[in-house]
């Protein structure tokens, strides 16, 4: 009774120590002869199993836990946006298992590393559910901006939450940690982690974050400081010059061209906020260059969106749009009704 009991005891980090040291076709052969989701009465079972009366035997899903795959999925009908649930097949939980251990055993190696996969592995315990999914989304201030970030409105109901899973671990990673995992990674392989080999993608999703937030924040994070711009130039020198990214241009920047290019200016009207547009997302990002002139903007909630503009960036716009009225926004002045005609 007392050993049946011992072996009920559950614990992901042992399971997941265990299953990394087995082989794939054993830790397969294993996985496939486990009881799951077989029917009967699951609180007849559990009931059971704390009575040391039955074997809690359903290995693939504590091993589903620990390396936080679902087993669940989720169906969506389409164009009432009902949601069906059920309970994933048993060869494909076992597949993303199985892929989940390999890209433990590739982990990269590193003391910064290992702060990263234990902090991985927090937020994932604490993102169970879609529901949670979503709160941690909006604590953490994805906007669904799409420029560098996940591009789909929150409160919709076909959200991909393996997507806005992946994008909140890079979100509430410290930039300081990015550093170190990134500059750990170079010193050992002397180039940029890539985005085709598992173990290194979230090294690589570092790097792709850093790129695009030299000037504005976006869904991966807050702009870059000055300081922080110097610390990522400085770890990209240490790669050959073929392989360092190019820093990516300011969004708002590129639009602002294409919309003066056709109307040969940057009077745009207030747009709906649900508007998705390029000419909403321009209107959008000019108020925010236009309050940056004075100090850093933030939304209602606080998150940085833009830094203050630095000498060099105000500059740069002006010589861009030398005939437009640039920092002050024009709007049109209706035409004057006499009161007598009202």
């Not at 076992?94 to 055993?105: E, G, K, L, N, P």
């Amino acid at each position: 009774m007392s050993q049946t009991r011992a072996n009920n005891v559950r614990s992901l980090e042992a399971c997941r120590a265990l299953l990394v040291e087995l082989g794939d076709d054993e830790l397969r052969r294993r996985l496939l002869n486990s009881r799951y989701n077989t029917g009967g009465s699951r609180a007849e079972l559990d009931a059971k199993v704390m009575a040391g009366r039955a074997l809690d035997d359903n290995w693939v899903e504590e091993a589903a836990a620990a390396f936080h795959v679902p087993t669940k999925y989720s169906k969506h009908t389409p164009g009432q946006g009902l949601k069906t649930k059920g309970n994933r097949r048993h060869e494909e939980v076992v597949d993303d298992i199985v892929r989940a251990v390999q890209r433990a055993r590739r982990q990269l190696i590193g003391s910064a590393a290992e702060r990263d996969a234990k902090r991985r592995h927090q937020r994932l315990e604490a993102m169970r559910t879609n529901q949670a999914v979503r709160s941690v989304a909006a604590e953490c201030g994805i906007r669904g901006s799409g420029d560098g970030g996940f591009g789909s409105n929150l409160n919709d109901t076909n959200l991909d939450f393996a997507k806005l899973r992946a994008l909140i671990l890079v979100r509430t990673c410290p930039e300081e940690l990015r550093l170190s995992v990134v500059e750990e990674f170079v010193a050992k392989e002397g180039r940029l982690p890539s985005g085709d080999v598992p173990a290194e993608e979230e090294a690589h999703a570092y790097v792709e974050s850093a790129v695009t937030r030299r000037h504005r924040s976006n869904d991966t994070g807050e702009q870059l400081c000055m300081q922080q711009v110097h610390d990522w130039e400085k770890l990209l020198a240490q790669v050959p010059e073929e392989q360092r990214p190019a820093w990516q241009e300011d969004p708002v920047f590129v639009l602002a061209l294409q919309h003066h290019a056709v109307h040969g200016n940057l009077e745009l009207e207030r747009c709906r906020r649900e508007d998705a547009s390029d000419e909403a997302r321009l209107a959008d990002g000019l108020q925010q260059l236009r309050k940056a002139r004075y100090r850093d903007v933030q939304d209602k909630k606080l998150f940085l969106l833009r830094r203050r503009l630095t000498a060099q960036d105000v500059l740069k716009w002006e010589q861009a749009f030398p005939a437009c009225t640039l920092w002050d926004q024009v709007r049109s002045r209706g035409a004057y009704i006499p009161g007598s005609a009202i």
